[in-house]
Structure formats: structure tokens, C-alpha cells
């Protein structure tokens, strides 16, 4: 990511905070994907990224450019986010299903390579991505998302393989 | 499923990828979020410093196309929609600094929106940096003019639009920032040079809120008919700027305007004919004269159920005049004056609806028989009645011209354009007296809105 560029898109979103999208659309992928890796958990996850976009885009004035990058200063709001949430899911009740967040720093190589698979998903092809969404998100069986989409499940299986191979062919690319 | 030994790490990214619909949801609430900040933190010139407390909700026929319209047209930005069961009841635009709601109208369920209205009362002002640019941007977009740019005296430049949708919207550029002390000064200075119109004085002595205006190739034999047949009496006649001759006539109670042409003088403007109820004394020695004076005969006199002796005959300029006799205590009937002026349009609702809009026509009566054919009509504007029955058989419609006497010809101007007529002529004084401006309505009549500014 050109720092020049990510620097005119923080400064006219200072300027005015429509063009804030902008940057939701640039960063969301890495933030979620860090997110996930700590909290482990949908809901929860959702709720940390939506607090860590709000945080910033209410901050975002007070972000200073000063060589650090914004897509840092955005990690460094989740992380704040998670440990906030963290205090106070410990004072409350302790659900015994769920999950312990992390508590180390996941790898941010790892980090990286799944907020590039995440941007790959909203490339593929429409019906490759519904039933990656409705197979993996929505954890649906091959029979359910076949009956869903009114296709046979032969043809779920089929798309399923193709985004598949396409993922790991683009993902494969991008390591070269 | 997540935790099968056979996944491998890119399915494993899958089944943590974030949901569409969460990504989607989490934008339009930044961009919520930020349009509300926008709103909040705007601080430039005379516009609004707070977050804005209330926020017009536009109803619309097709709100998809209004949101294209407005983004077109005023830069309009949208912030979010809400789709439900195929249109649109919820969307949230942001022109310059400003929220506007929009949604489908739904009449059924109280959301009336202009179009089954007829029209809307209110306009929504913007403010802008050049209103001419904001102007061709709208009109290039499908606006319609309906009042143009002009500098007002309290130091804005103004002008009006209606949008496809029925919404009308002011688009002001402020060039002078001035206290109330000194528009109240400009205004007083501004009326120093023309005296308000009052109620008694918009009219002159001896009109009626409408008068017909007939023109025809030999105005001064119609003249000459009308004398004869119908004991009119000629009150003035000019030649006007055009060449033609322009006369007033007086019949009973009722002045009728007659222009056109002359045997010596030929015509070659557009013509103008009407039919009309004329109520004399005696409808029988009138329908005579009318005869001998040269008119064909469309029916002789017989007593009508309705409570009038009438008979009808046809001008040889091609006028129609149904002559009656009310059989009551006078012959004219209450309300009506000697002349009134009978329309057949083909669907008389429309007709009604826009003289209503434009001209404040008010008292309608409707006689309308069991298949929805509106037989009679009787619609007042101002002291004056205009009567109408549905085209059908030999009574097909016949574009008319009326001179309207008006307190405000600008304003009356405004509002017929508002209600979809085309205009003829914006408003300019004349040298008879008037201030005058001409429209022609959807149906094909012409009107002129007039306002006395120095008796005559």
C-alpha cells in the first residue's frame, strides 16, 4: 500500500468524514481477519470490528501522521477494543461454551494472508461466491445450500471446487 | 466441520471469513455515522453549525428514479436505502450539508405524495454558491422552471424549480447579507415605485373575474352579430400591437373580449372560439334575431327540464351560444352572470383539477351519471362560473381564451405554471393598464392573467 496514496485518503476523510469509506473499504479486511484471530467467535467478532471503525472514524481528527501507518493505528484500536472486552466479559458470568479470547498477538503473516483471502472472496465470480459464503460463513451442508440456490448438489460441489481452486491459484500468485 | 482433520488453512480462512451482509451493514452505519459528523462540524458562512433537529421525508412515485433525479440534479449524495418487499420506503440523502429523507409513497396508508396530491405546497430551499450552475445542473437533470433566477430585493437570488416528482425546491444564492430593518426599507422603497394592487383596484369597473376572449378572421361582423342578435354594446375598440383589432363588448351583465381580423385587415393568428351560456330575457326573440342576424340554428327553443327555456345557435364565426331563460326569479340564475362560459372537454376532472391549482377555482358541482360521465360541472373562480359538460356527440371540445382578472398576475402566473401549464408570456406591464402574463394549459386553453395597475 503507497504510503502517498493512504495519506491522501486519512487527510480528506479529516477533512470530511464521507470519504471515510474509502478507507473502511481498504483496511476492513486486515482488521477483521486480526479481529477474528483474537476473538475466535462471529458475533463477537463483529462487534469488535464495528466498535474499532467507529472508534476511528470519531478519532479520526486526532490521527497524526507521523510515518506510523493508519492500518497500525486501526490494529492498535482493536487490540484496546479486545482488552477493554476482555475486563469486562471477566466481570461478568463466564459462559462455559465460550471460547477464551487470545490473549498473544497473532501472527501477522497469518493475519495478512487471511484479510487476502477475505478480499478474494468478494472477486469471485457471483454464484462461486454464494456458495462459498453459504458452504463456509453460513456452514451450510452440501444438500441444504444445493436445495437453497435451487441447483442440483452436483453443481454445488462443482462451484465449491472451482472458487477453491481459483483461491489458492490466485493466493499461490500473489506468494510467487 | 471447522475443526475437521482434513481442512487445510484456506478453508480454514473461509469459515472465519466476516459475512457479506455484516460488511455491507457496517459501511452504511460509518457512512451514517459520518454524514451526521459532516452535519455537525460544519462551520463555513451562514449555514447550519448543530446537527439538524428536523429533517424533511419527501414522499415520491418511484423513489429509485427520485434518488437518480436528485443526485443528478442537486449533487445529492446517498447515505442509505431500505429495500422492502421491492421498492424503497426508507432513503437517506445528504445535499451539501444537509439530510433529506425520502421514500415510496404509499396513499393507502396515509403517504400521500405529490403526484396523487396534485402538487405540493412546500418548497425546500438550497443554498447554494452559484444559483445559475444549480439551475442548468437541475433543469439539464429534468427540472422544470417554475419561477426564474432573479436578485430579490432582501439581497438573495432566488429562482424555483419543480422536480419530476412533484417536490419543488428554491434554489438561493445569498449576495447581500443584510438586518430585517433594511429589507423592510428596500421593500417600501421597491413598492414607492408601484403602488400595491388592493382588492377593489386589480379589476376594472365592469369586469368579471373572467372574461372570454374570442378571435376571429372578421371581428368587427361578430361584433356586429353579437349587437344585433343579443343587444350588445360596444364599449371600446383599439387596434392592438399585433395589427388586429381588440374589442370590448358588453352583454347583460358581462363583458366579452373580441380580437382578430377584419375583411380589410386579414388575420392570420390562431383562433379562438367558445361556446357559451348566454341568459337573456327572452330566449325565443333572441334566438330570432340570432337567425336573422345569420347564425345557424342547433336548436330551437323549447323548455328544458332543468328549469330553463333554451335553444342553441352557431355564429358564423363559429361560436356556439345555448340562449336561456331561467324560470325562476330572475332569468339569470343565481350565481351564474348573463354570460358564462360552457366547456366540453373530454374528461371534465383533470380540467377542474388544474383550474383549481392554478386559479383557486373553488364551489365545484359536479353532475356525473351513473358511468362516471360528467354531464354538467359548474366550477366558480372568483365572481365569475365557468360551466363544462363532457365532449360526446356534436359538443366536442373547443379550446377556449380567457382573461382572468387576478390580485397577483405574478403569482397567479406561478401557480398555472406550478400546475403544468406552458407559458406564453412571463408578466410585463402593459400599455392598456395591465400587468399581464400568458399561459396555455395541457388541454389546449389559453389564459391570460391580468392585474390593473393604473385605472383606465
Known amino acids: ?176 | 466441520m471447522p475443526d475437521s482433520p482434513r481442512m487445510d488453512w484456506l478453508e480454514r480462512a473461509l469459515f472465519d471469513a466476516p459475512r457479506p451482509a455484516f460488511r455491507a451493514r457496517l459501511k452504511s452505519d460509518l457512512e451514517r455515522t459520518a454524514a451526521a459528523m459532516t452535519l455537525a462540524t460544519e462551520t463555513t458562512g451562514t449555514t447550519a453549525r448543530v446537527r439538524q433537529s428536523a429533517t424533511p421525508q419527501l414522499r415520491v412515485k418511484n423513489a429509485p428514479a427520485a434518488i437518480d433525479f436528485y443526485t443528478r440534479a442537486f449533487g445529492a449524495r446517498e447515505i442509505m436505502r431500505f429495500e422492502a418487499g421491492g421498492s424503497i420506503p426508507h432513503a437517506e440523502l445528504l445535499i451539501g450539508n444537509s439530510l433529506i429523507f425520502l421514500g415510496e409513497e404509499a396513499p393507502e396508508y396515509g403517504y400521500p405524495g405529490p403526484a396523487s396530491l396534485g402538487g405540493s405546497p412546500v418548497s425546500i430551499q438550497l443554498l447554494v454558491d452559484d444559483a445559475d450552475v444549480m439551475m442548468a445542473q437541475a433543469v439539464a437533470a429534468g427540472a422544470r422552471v417554475t419561477s426564474p433566477l432573479a436578485d430579490q430585493f432582501y439581497g438573495d437570488r432566488t429562482g424555483r424549480v419543480t422536480d419530476p416528482f412533484g417536490h419543488s425546491w428554491t434554489i438561493v444564492m445569498r449576495k447581500e447579507e443584510m438586518s430585517v430593518e433594511e429589507m423592510y426599507r428596500r421593500m417600501a422603497a421597491m413598492q414607492g415605485e408601484r403602488p400595491a394592487p388592493t382588492a377593489e383596484s386589480f379589476r376594472p369597473e365592469g369586469f368579471h373575474t373572467v372574461t372570454p376572449y374570442l378571435v376571429v378572421a372578421d371581428a368587427p361582423a361578430l361584433i356586429d352579430f353579437v349587437t344585433r342578435a343579443f343587444g350588445g354594446e360596444e364599449r371600446s375598440r383599439d387596434i392592438g400591437p399585433g395589427g388586429g383589432i381588440h374589442a370590448d363588448v358588453q352583454i347583460g351583465d358581462s363583458r366579452l373580449m373580441i380580437g382578430g381580423g377584419a375583411p380589410e385587415a386579414p388575420w392570420r393568428g390562431q383562433r379562438w372560439n367558445t361556446a357559451f351560456h348566454l341568459y337573456l330575457k327572452d330566449t325565443d326573440a333572441a334566438f330570432e334575431r340570432a337567425v336573422q342576424a345569420g347564425a345557424t340554428v342547433l336548436q330551437a327553443p323549447a323548455d328544458m327540464e332543468y328549469g330553463e327555456r333554451s335553444a342553441g345557435v352557431k355564429d358564423a364565426s363559429g361560436n356556439v351560444w345555448y340562449i336561456a331563460t331561467a324560470m325562476g326569479a330572475s332569468y339569470v340564475p343565481e350565481g351564474l352572470h348573463s354570460l358564462n362560459v360552457y366547456l366540453h372537454p373530454h374528461r371534465a376532472e383533470p380540467l377542474i383539477a388544474f383550474m383549481t391549482r392554478a386559479f383557486g377555482a373553488d364551489k365545484v358541482e359536479k353532475y356525473a351519471s351513473p358511468d362516471g360521465i360528467i354531464h354538467h360541472a359548474r366550477v366558480r373562480i372568483g365572481d365569475s362560473v365557468i360551466e363544462m359538460g363532457e365532449a360526446r356527440g356534436p359538443y366536442q371540445p373547443m379550446p377556449t381564451q380567457f382573461y382572468l382578472y387576478v390580485p397577483n398576475a405574478d403569482a397567479a402566473y406561478q401557480r398555472a405554471l406550478e400546475a403544468g401549464a406552458e407559458s406564453i408570456r412571463p408578466p410585463a406591464d402593459q400599455p392598456y393598464g395591465d400587468r399581464n402574463a400568458g399561459v396555455k394549459d395541457v388541454f389546449g386553453n389559453q389564459w391570460f392573467v391580468a392585474t390593473q395597475i393604473r385605472p383606465r
Open chain 1, 1 to 176: 500500500m503507497p504510503d502517498a496514496d493512504e495519506r491522501l485518503l486519512v487527510e480528506a476523510a479529516q477533512r470530511d468524514p464521507s470519504r471515510f469509506a474509502a478507507l473502511y473499504e481498504r483496511h476492513f479486511d486486515r482488521v477483521y481477519a486480526y479481529v477474528v484471530h483474537r476473538v475466535r467467535n462471529r458475533d463477537a467478532a463483529e462487534d469488535v470490528t464495528s466498535e474499532v471503525f467507529h472508534k476511528a472514524l470519531a478519532g479520526l481528527r486526532r490521527y497524526e501522521w507521523r510515518g506510523a501507518p493508519f492500518g497500525a493505528w486501526l490494529i492498535r484500536i482493536a487490540a484496546n477494543v479486545i482488552i477493554d472486552r476482555s475486563k469486562r466479559v471477566a466481570r461478568e458470568v463466564v459462559d462455559s461454551d465460550q471460547v477464551p479470547e487470545s490473549t498473544t498477538e497473532p501472527d501477522v503473516m497469518l493475519v495478512d494472508q487471511w484479510a487476502h483471502v477475505f478480499r478474494l472472496i468478494e472477486t469471485l465470480p457471483a454464484d462461486q461466491r454464494t456458495v462459498i459464503v453459504e458452504r463456509y460463513i453460513e456452514e451450510r451442508s452440501i444438500r441444504e445450500v444445493a436445495a437453497r440456490l435451487g441447483k442440483s448438489e452436483g453443481a454445488i460441489k462443482q462451484l465449491q471446487f472451482r472458487a477453491l481452486h481459483m483461491l489458492r491459484t490466485r493466493m499461490e500468485g500473489a506468494d510467487a
